[in-house]
């Protein structure tokens, strides 16, 4: 689980997705998503971890890539919201080649 000092202030969603990857990053990406969510900048950790994600072949649950969707949903700056739907799209495709 990711270690934050205000965890009640970072999207819901945002936490959700780095919770369940969060063992199987490296730990200059952790220290990266803690630091930035601590500074109020979730959404980029989000998008920092899932295109670590698709560039490693790192598994991404699906319920995760949801809360994705949905976090690209809430936001406000159209390249934030297309960046996260684009990585959403490249784990899923690599999940089909996958499986």
């Keep these: 689980m990711i ?3 205000n965890r009640q202030l970072v999207d819901a969603d945002a936490l959700a997705i780095m919770d369940s990857v969060w063992n199987q990053l490296p730990n200059d990406l952790r220290a990266y998503a803690a630091s930035s969510c601590d500074d109020d900048e979730d959404v980029s950790a989000v998008i ?3 295109d670590y994600a698709l ?3 790192l ?3 699906k319920a995760a890539l949801n809360k994705a969707r949905s976090l690209a949903e809430k ?3 159209d390249v934030d919201a297309r960046r996260i739907l684009e990585l ?3 784990l899923n495709e690599a999940g089909t080649k996958a499986a």
Excluded: F, N
């Design 3 to 5: 270690e934050i000092v």
């Design 75 to 77: 936001l406000s700056r």
């Design 48 to 50: 920092a971890i899932l």
């Design 88 to 90: 959403v799209a490249g």
């Design 59 to 61: 598994s991404v649950s």
């Design 55 to 57: 560039a490693t072949g």
